[in-house]
Nanobody, 121 residues
Framework: QVQLVESGGGLVQAGGSLRLSCAAS????????MGWFRQAPGKEREFVAG????????LYGDSVKGRFTISRDNAKNTVYLQMNSLKPEDTAVYYC??????????????WGQGTQVTVSS
C-alpha cells in the first residue's frame, strides 16, 4: 500500500521560509511524477508544483513561481517543497501527491494527509 507522509509545516511570518518534505513508502517514487497541491479554507484545491519522475522538468502554479522550488531525492523516496518569501495568502493545507506529470489533480492517484502552513502578516 502506498503511503505519502508530509512534514515540515508550521507557523511562519510573512517573508519567511519553510521546507516541506513528503516521504513515500509502498512503492518507489522514481517511476512517478510527484506534485504538491494546497487548499485554503473555503477555496478549491490549487496546484502548487510538480516534478517529473527524473526531476529534470518541473511545473509551478502562477502564484508561486519564483518563490517555491520542488525537488526530489529518489534514493530517499522523498520529495521536497522549498517555500521562500512566504505570503499570508500561502496559508493552506499542503498535500503531496504521486501520479502523472501534470497540474491536474485528477491525474495523481495517491495523496498524503496534508500539513498545515500558516503565514502571519
Amino acid at each position: 500500500q502506498v503511503q505519502l507522509v508530509e512534514s515540515g509545516g508550521g507557523l511562519v511570518q510573512a517573508g519567511g521560509s519553510l521546507r516541506l518534505s513528503c516521504a513515500a513508502s509502498g512503492r518507489p517514487i522514481s517511476s512517478y511524477a510527484m506534485g504538491w497541491f494546497r487548499q485554503a479554507p473555503g477555496k478549491e484545491r490549487e496546484f502548487v508544483a510538480g516534478t517529473s519522475w527524473s526531476g529534470l522538468t518541473s511545473l509551478y502554479g502562477d502564484s508561486v513561481k519564483g518563490r517555491f522550488t520542488i525537488s526530489r531525492d529518489n534514493a530517499k523516496n522523498t520529495v521536497y517543497l522549498q517555500m521562500n518569501s512566504l505570503k499570508p495568502e500561502d496559508t493552506a493545507v499542503y498535500y503531496c501527491a504521486s501520479g502523472s506529470y501534470s497540474s491536474a489533480g485528477e491525474l495523481y492517484d495517491y495523496w498524503g494527509q496534508g500539513t498545515q502552513v500558516t503565514v502571519s502578516s
